[in-house]
C-alpha cells in the first residue's frame, strides 16, 4: 500500500512539470499586458510601462522566464504579483479561508441532497419521487450558475428585501450575531451552487444505485431475512458509492478553485474571483500560481480516490 | 484689444477698485468662466482664490459607516505604483497631495497652506518655479510630523528608476529642493506655465519619509507600508485585502476643521458596475458607487423609487474616432502603418470630411450614453476656457454622399463607392465594452447607406491597450483605418493632453510604438501652435493657442468626437459626495458628509 501510493507520486512529479509547462507556454503566449492601463494616462510616458516591462522579466525570452519561476516555485517562493506588488502566497492565503467556507458548504449541500435522494429514488424508480426527482434534477443542470444568481438576486435581496447580495468578510457584529450574519450573506451562494452540484450529483447516485440494487447478493440479502434499510445502507449503498466517492474526489480541487462565475456575481472574495481578475489584468504569477496548485490538487486527490477504493471495496488491490 | 482691457480689470482688482466677483462677472461676458477668470488673476498678481466648500457639518465623527463600492477593488496601496485610477483612489483615502481640484476645476488645498501665485512669492514670474507653503502641525497616522523631507523624499523616490514607479514620469524633469521644514521649491527645467503637477491631485499623493526611506530603490517591493499605508489622510487604516476590502477608521487629529464627519470607511471592490449600480441605488446596501458605466435606460429603471440617484461630474473625457493617416495594409521595412506611407482613402481630404458627417452623435447620445454624455464638435472639451466655439459638426447622410460623389468616388455595381480602383472600404476597431459596439453599429450603418463598406473589429481592453511591443491589435500600431476610444483627461488642463499629437511623437516601429500620436498625424501648423502654448506664461493667450490646436485637428479631421463624457457614479440619497470631473472620486473626500434624513 505505501509502496503504492510511493509509486503514485513519483509519477505524479513528471505530470506536474508537464503541466506547469503548458501552462506557463499557454500564459506567456496569451496576449495582452499587466501594464494597460497605463497605456491611456496621458500622466504617464510610454516608456514608464516599457520600463516595468522589463524590470518585471516580461521581455525575457519565454523559456528563461519558466526556468525562474520553476526554480522560484521549488524554493517555495511563489512568486510575486505585478499588479498588487505582494507575494502571491499571502493573496492566496488571504482568500483561502472565504473560498473553503462557502464552496465547501456548498459542496456539502450538494451531498447532503443528492445521497437520500438518489438512494430513495433507486430503490424505487418511475415511482412519482423519482420522477419529480429527475424533473428537478434536469432543471438544475440545465439552468447556469449565473442564471440562478441573478434570479436569487432579483427576488431575495431586491424584491423580498431578505439577504444581502454583496459578500462582506468582515461582518461588524460579535458573537453569535456574526455567526447569524456570516450564515445569512453565504445562503444565496451556497444555494445556487449547492443546488447546481446537487442536480448531477443525484442523477449520479440514482443510477449507481440501480446498476447496483439489481445484483444478485442484493437479493441474497434480501432472502436472509434482513430489512430493507440495512440492505440498502450497509449492502447496496456501499458498493453504489465507489463511482460516487471518485465525482466528489474530483471535486475536492474544485472547494479550493472556487467558483469563478458565482464568486463574481456575489463578490466573494475568495480564489476563484482572485483567478478572474488577475486573467484580466494579466497578472501572470498570480494565474500561474493558482492554476498550478489546481493541478496538484487534482493529482493529489486523484490519489486519495484510489486510496479509498481499496477501504471501500477490498476486492479492488492496489499494487 | 481684450488684452488691454484684461490688464485693466485686473490691475483694477488689485488696486480695489474693482471686487473679484465683478471681475469674475465681466469675464463671463467675454465667454471664459470664474476658473479661467480667477486663474488670470493668479497670473496678473492676484491670489487665485480656492474653490468654496459646501461641508456643512459642525463637528468632526459621528457620520457612521461610509460604504463605498469599487467594482475593480483597488490591489495596491502605494500611489507611486498605482498602474490604473482604482489603486490611486484607494490610496488618496490614507495618502494626501498637497492640493487637489474640486469640481469646477479651481484648487483645493490639501497639505499645502497657501495657493502659490506670483503675489505671494509662490510662482516665479518667468514660470520655472513654484514654491510650496505646507501647512503647519499636520501630523502622519503614527504621531511622526509631516515636513518638507517628506515632499523631497517623494521626489526622490520616484524618479529613481529602480524603484520602478508609474510617476516617474512626473518627476524625472523637475527638482525639488527643500526650502526651510515647512516649504518647498519646485524647479522646473523651462517655463511651465501649469505647475499644478507634481505633488497635485490623487495621483501625485504623499508617502511618509521615515517608513520609505530604507526602500528606496530596488528593495521598493519589501517595504511593509505598501500594504498598510501611514498616511495623513481623513481616515486611518485599519486592513486591506487587495481586490477585496480596505477598511479604514477615522483620524481624530486630522488636519482640516470639523472633518471628517464619517467614523469609519470601507471600500469594497469586485463584481461589475450593473450590480454595483443595483447594491447603491435599489438596495441600499452601499452608499457609493463608482464608475457607474451602465445604460441610462437601465440607471433610469434603478431609480425609480430607489433608495439612490446617479451623480454626474464633467471633465474633459471625450470618446473620439481617430482616422489613420498611413496606411495600415502596406508594409515599409517590416512595419504597417508606417509614418512613410499615405493612407490611401484618408488622403483626399472629401473622404475624412465625408465620414465626420455619418456619425450621427445625436442617436449615439439618446441610444447610449443618455445623461452620461453630450454632443461636442471639438476633441478639447475641456476645461470650459479651453473648448472652441468657432467649430460645428452635422450628421447628413445625404450631404456626405453628396461630398464624395463631387469628388469622384462613384458607387459600384456593389453600392460601394470607388475612385481610380479603389474602393472605399474601412476597418473600424475599438476595445471590447457595450456602448463602444453599439456606437460601431450606428456608425458602419450611416455609412453604409453613403456607400462606404465598413468592417467591425473588437479587441478584448486588456489587448487594445497593452504596451505590448509584439501584438499587433494595440491602439498604438493601429493596424485599421479608424479606432475609437479615449483618453482619460487627468488634470483640468490641455498641455499634456495636445502635446501628444505633435508629429515628433508619432508612433513608429523605431520607437516601438511608444510615440503617443498614434493617428500618425504630421501638421507643422498643429506643431507651431502647441509649441507655442507650452512656452506660453499669458493665459489668456495660451487658451487661445489651444483653441486653435483644437481647430486645426478639426479642420483636418484627424479625430471625430463621438460624445463629450461624463464620469458617472451611484450615490445614496442621503449622503453629499464631492465629485471631480478632474480627480479622482476619493480625491474631495474629506468634504464628503451625510445629510440627515428628515
Known sequence: ???????????????????????????????????????????????????????????????????????????????????????????????????????????????????????????????????????????????????????????????????????????????????????????????????????????????????????????????????????????????????????????????????????????IPGIGSLLISSILSNDTPVVMAVTFVFACLVVLFNLIADVLYGWLDPRISLR | MLDNELRTMIDEVKDGRMD??????????????????TQILAIGGVAMAEGPSVYKPTKRGGGGALKLLWWQGPTLLNPHFATGTKDQDGSRLFYEPLACWDPDGNMKLVLAAEIPSIQNGGLAADGTSVTWKLKPGVKWHDGKPFTADDVVFNWEYARDPATATVTIGVHRDITVEKVDDLTVRILFKKPTPFWADAFVGAPQSIIPKHLFAEYKGAKSREAPNNLSPVGTGPYKFVEFKPGDVIRGEINPDYHMPNRPHFDTIEMKGGGDAVSAARAVIQTGEYDFGWNIQVEDDVLLRLEKGGKGKTVYAVGGDTEFIALNFTDPNTEVDGERSSIKTKHPLFSDPAVRKALSMLVDREAVKKVIYGRAGRVTPNFLNGPEQFVSKNTTWEFSIEKASKLLEDAGWKVGADGIREKDGKKLKLLYQTAINGPRQKTQAIVKQACQKAGIDVELKSVVASVFFSSDVANPDTYAKFYADLEMFQIPMSQPDPAQHMRRYHSRNVATKENKWQGVNFPRWVNKDYDATVDAAEAETDLVKRAALYIKANDIMMQDIVFIPVMHRLKVEACSNTLRPVVSGWANETDNLFDWYREATG
Not at chain 1, 492601463?37 to 518585471?56: G, I, Q, S, Y
Not at chain 1, 433507486?122 to 419521487?129: C, D, G, L, N, V
Request: aromatic share 12%; proline share 6%.
Open chain 1, 1 to 267: 500500500m505505501s509502496q503504492y501510493v510511493l509509486r503514485r507520486l513519483l509519477i505524479a512529479i513528471p505530470s506536474l512539470l508537464g503541466i506547469s509547462l503548458v501552462l506557463f507556454i499557454v500564459l506567456a503566449l496569451a496576449p495582452g499586458d499587466p501594464f494597460s492601463e497605463l497605456a491611456t494616462n496621458p500622466n504617464v510616458p510610454p516608456e514608464v510601462a516599457a520600463a516595468l516591462r522589463t524590470k518585471f522579466g516580461l521581455d525575457d525570452p519565454i523559456y528563461l522566464r519558466y526556468l525562474h519561476w520553476i526554480t522560484a516555485m521549488l524554493q517555495g517562493d511563489w512568486g510575486f504579483s505585478f499588479v498588487s506588488r505582494m507575494n502571491v502566497d499571502t493573496l492566496i492565503l488571504q482568500r483561502l479561508p472565504t473560498t473553503l467556507y462557502v464552496i465547501g458548504s456548498a459542496q456539502l449541500l450538494a451531498l447532503m441532497i443528492a445521497i437520500p435522494v438518489g438512494v430513495y429514488a433507486a430503490t424505487k424508480p418511475y415511482s412519482i419521487f423519482d420522477q419529480i426527482a429527475n424533473t428537478l434534477a434536469f432543471i438544475g443542470f440545465s439552468l447556469p450558475t449565473f442564471f440562478t444568481g441573478l434570479l436569487f438576486i432579483l427576488l431575495f435581496s431586491i424584491t423580498l428585501d431578505w439577504l444581502p447580495f454583496v459578500y462582506t468578510t468582515d461582518i461588524k457584529a460579535t458573537g453569535f450575531r456574526w455567526v447569524i450574519e456570516q450564515v445569512r450573506q453565504a445562503i444565496m451562494p451556497v444555494m445556487v451552487l449547492g443546488l447546481f452540484q446537487a442536480a448531477s450529483m443525484t442523477r449520479f447516485v440514482r443510477s449507481a444505485m440501480l446498476d447496483v440494487i439489481r445484483l444478485d447478493y442484493v437479493t441474497t440479502a434480501r432472502a436472509k431475512g434482513l430489512g430493507q434499510a440495512r440492505v440498502i445502507v450497509k449492502h447496496a449503498m456501499r458498493n453504489a458509492l465507489i463511482p460516487v466517492v471518485t465525482l466528489v474526489a474530483l471535486q475536492m480541487p474544485a472547494v479550493f478553485g472556487g467558483a469563478i462565475v458565482t464568486e463574481q456575481i456575489f463578490r
Open chain 2, 20 to 37: 473679484r466677483r465683478g471681475f469674475v462677472q465681466r469675464m463671463l461676458a467675454f465667454g471664459l468662466t470664474a476658473p479661467m477668470a
